[in-house]
């Protein structure tokens, strides 16, 4: 399978506690030895996987499992990039940054968290820091991720890091509402399919701290609710290889209906169900991901996505949409138990085709 990047969780604890983060509140603890970081970003760079990107919580809070992580991606003969996203909360000053980015060799990219959340608890001058020390060392891409509830937030971060507006990337999002932030419900949108895209973060799977495989960055959620039952789950580093879990991936339709539709996809299940209309009529979300989040965590929105995911038609217009998008061609089904093993030479049965339109 097609995918642009892999995030993996170093770790869920982060002292800096903004706000507006899906961990607040978390209680689950448990967190990788450097061993599992560094063989379960091998096995996602065996996969063929172009860039590992670290995450947490706050991964400079365990420096160590970074370190490994960062290790095992730069060792790796596939050569991939290597992000990190980080909070700039160890930028204290230029001589710590210095040192803390001279331990990370092969460091490609760094996403520096920066909005009216974060800085309420980092000083400015430690992005500052970060930033300075980045270019210092070469790191070839920096960029600014900044969330907003509302508009006027976006020109107040920019306006911090002026100076360096020809050196940096800035990638603006909405906030994901939470039960200890309200101000992001005054900004929504009504569950329609021309309101959202087709595409969506679902290229860039996620690796929790406990060794869940998530379909996108909402399996952070998992840290305090249980994911197993929904479509994002993808099985259990601890269990299987991520190979494995990649073909069982293959052919999950579940799944697949949200990596070639995406939110769009997902809104147009709310719009041709009555009950998952129903459901939601008169709710707004901030982006694609509140609406994906909320719509399969209701009993109905699931109902909705296996009726989909069970036809037959809909299976063939997946496959097309995979051939033609991402150039992944069906998988092939599964013998059914206890079925006789085909004979070398023996007739092979012909596949239907996926039905196309206009390609």
């Not at 309101?195 to 305090?224: M, Q, R, V």
Request: include cysteine; aromatic fraction near 8%; glycine fraction near 8%.
């Amino acid at each position: 399978m097609h995918f642009n990047s892999i995030l993996v969780s170093v770790t869920e604890i982060c002292t800096v506690g903004c706000r507006h983060c899906g961990f607040t509140g978390s209680t689950r603890d448990r967190q990788p030895t450097a061993d599992e970081i560094g063989r379960w970003v091998a096995q996602a760079c065996d996969s063929g996987i172009p860039e590992i990107i670290f995450t947490g919580g706050e991964p400079f809070q365990r420096f160590r499992m970074l370190r490994s992580g960062v290790g095992a991606a730069a060792g790796h003969p596939g050569r991939p990039r290597i992000s990190v996203f980080t909070s700039s909360f160890w930028g204290r000053s230029a001589a710590t940054v210095d040192k803390i980015l001279g331990q990370l060799p092969g460091l490609t990219r760094l996403f520096l968290s920066t909005d009216v959340y974060h800085q309420e608890r980092v000083p400015t001058q430690h992005v500052v820091n970060v930033i300075e020390g980045a270019i210092a060392r070469e790191i070839p891409e920096i960029s600014l991720c900044i969330t907003i509830a509302e508009d006027h937030e976006e020109e107040r971060i920019r306006g911090l890091y002026r100076r360096f507006e020809d050196r940096v990337r800035v990638h603006v999002d909405r906030v994901i509402p939470t039960p200890f932030i309200k101000t992001a419900h005054q900004v929504g949108l009504p569950p329609d399919p021309e309101h959202f895209s087709a595409s969506c973060y679902l290229e860039t799977p996620l690796i929790n701290p406990n060794g869940d495989l998530s379909a996108c960055h909402i399996g952070k959620a998992g840290a305090y609710v249980t994911l197993s039952d929904l479509a994002y789950f993808m099985g259990n580093l601890h269990e299987k290889s991520f190979q494995e879990i990649l073909a069982d991936a293959d052919r999950n339709y579940e799944y697949q209906f949200l990596r070639v539709y995406g939110p769009q996809g997902v809104a147009r299940m709310v719009a041709s169900s009555p009950a998952v209309r129903g459901l939601f009529k008169g709710a707004t979300f901030t982006n694609g991901c509140d609406l994906c989040y909320k719509m399969l965590r209701s009993l109905d929105g699931r109902a909705r996505l296996r009726e989909i995911a069970a036809d037959p038609f809909q299976r063939e217009l997946i496959d097309a949409i995979r051939l033609v998008r991402f150039g992944e061609r069906p998988p092939e089904p599964r013998p059914a138990p206890g079925a006789p093993p085909q004979l070398s030479g023996a007739p092979q049965p012909v596949a239907p085709q996926p039905v196309r339109s206009g390609t």
